[in-house]
């Protein structure tokens, strides 16, 4: 493990776990990297007094006319911006968009931003009493007007809030998708849905290109301390742009690139290259906190008792002006031949508990589509992998989920039964939060 960190800003350390032992013939290396930055804008969980200068923040708030059945989900969602304007810093830049069919701006108005203050909230806070819900849903739009606002301030932070009640019906899937690939890299975004008519993996899977969170927040009066959160959390950030970068020798292949922890997310397909056998894969803004990748790689076939770097992980941030970009921090994934079976076949503790997890999403989506098309054995069979596996791991949250959708008859065998009626709330909460690890044990 190296630091480079300037003492100025977050520190970065990059934490390789693996067993590097391979069998004769053996090429595949696997390796779970954590990063942890420190020194950040927050400690435990509260923010720490910091100048808001260097973020810009657009709330979107969906309008359409599903926001008004019921009535309470309107008046959540005025509440909750509210509750997260006044969550912002002094001197962060905001601004609040109002998404149907198409996207208006609520407030400041004009294409800028406001800056953060107690008269600029109180004006935000105005401006939103006036909302009501008419029109359609075009999460398109929003995206596209939220970018504009972003990119026309000077700051390093760019992050969004979206909230949505509903399906995106009123533009083409294609239209959204080209939306998010425009969007991405650009700025960050959390995204919530409110009550159970939206499409999950709509919501899931704007975060997910945005480098963003995603949940369900089923009952709209859980809004407002939903929103306060993401908005502590998004003032929380330090430093944006940040990305893996792996290097590989010569005929190393990557098999897969992913972050396992707090959530599972594939960057495999999000390489940019970085010059010779190097890519960088995006992990978007950071302040205090830790994440886990798991990095896969292919290694050509070595002789007993040679050893070879399998990959080098760096953790890098761009020059604005387009310059050499500073390496926050690095680790390194080794491969070593070896003829003693004990060192070989031991599996290293981090790899495996990932790999069980990564596999308890996967189930979980298998189960539910299963049980969404009428395959109640294939839903069965995944389901009860899943509590199998959420079991083992000591991931209590997601056990809990499951035992919503499913009767546990003995959770370490995955035995199980599909219960003849489930909530929707239930089952849209398991799906959004499928993807949501536990750290390994130490």
């Known amino acids: 493990m190296a630091n480079f960190s300037k003492p100025t800003g977050p520190q970065f350390s990059v934490d390789v776990y693996q067993n590097e032992y391979l069998p004769e013939g053996g090429r595949d290396v696997s390796a779970i990297v954590t990063v942890t930055s420190t020194g950040g804008g927050t400690a435990g969980g509260a923010v720490l007094p910091a100048s808001g200068g260097s973020a810009a923040v657009v709330l979107m708030l969906d309008c359409s006319g599903s926001m008004d059945y019921p009535a309470t989900k309107m008046r959540g969602a005025r509440e909750a911006t509210a509750a997260a304007i006044d969550t912002l810093r002094d001197g962060t830049s905001f601004a609040v968009v109002a998404g149907t069919h198409v996207a208006k701006e609520v407030y400041p108005g004009g294409g800028r931003l406001a800056v953060a203050d107690a008269r600029t909230r109180a004006q935000a806070k105005d401006a939103l009493r006036a909302l009501s819900a008419g029109g359609g849903t075009a999460i398109g739009t929003w995206l596209r007007l939220a970018d504009r606002l972003l990119s026309s301030a000077d700051v390093s932070i760019r992050h969004g ?16 998708r080209a939306a998010l690939d425009d969007c991405a890299g650009r700025f960050t975004c959390d995204a919530r849905g409110v009550g159970t008519d939206w499409e999950v993996k709509e919501v899931t899977g704007i975060a997910s290109a945005l480098l963003g969170t995603a949940d369900i927040v089923a009952d709209p009066a859980g809004l407002a301390a939903d929103f306060t959160t993401m908005m502590e959390h998004a003032m929380g950030k330090e430093l944006a742009d940040v990305a893996l970068r792996l290097w590989t020798p010569v005929g190393v292949e990557i098999s897969f690139v992913k972050q396992v922890a707090p959530t599972v997310d594939d960057l495999t397909g999000r390489r940019t290259d970085a010059g010779p056998r190097a890519g960088d894969y995006p ?98 069979a995944k389901l009860g992998r899943a509590v199998q596996l959420a079991a083992a791991s000591g991931n209590a949250d997601t056990a809990k989920l499951l035992s919503k959708v499913v009767d546990v008859v003995d959770a370490a065998t995955g035995t199980v039964r599909l219960k003849a009626k489930v909530a929707e709330a239930d089952e849209m909460t398991l799906e959004t939060r499928s993807t949501k690890t536990v750290r390994v044990k130490k």
């Open 161 to 176: 809030i979206l909230l949505t009640d509903g399906r995106n019906e009123h533009e083409a899937p294609e239209e959204l």
């Open 283 to 380: 992990t978007g803004s950071w302040g205090d906190e830790s994440r886990d990748y798991h990095v896969s790689v292919r290694v050509p076939q070595a002789a007993i008792g040679q050893e070879m770097l399998a990959a080098r992980v760096s953790l890098i941030v761009p020059d604005p002006a387009g310059g050499t970009p500073t390496t926050l921090s690095q680790g390194l994934v080794r491969a070593v031949w070896t003829d003693d079976m004990a060192m070989s076949t031991s599996i290293n503790p981090q790899v495996a508990h990932y790999t069980g997890q990564a596999e308890l999403a996967d189930a979980i989506q298998q189960g539910l589509d299963a049980r969404k098309s009428g395959d109640r054995d294939g839903a069965t």
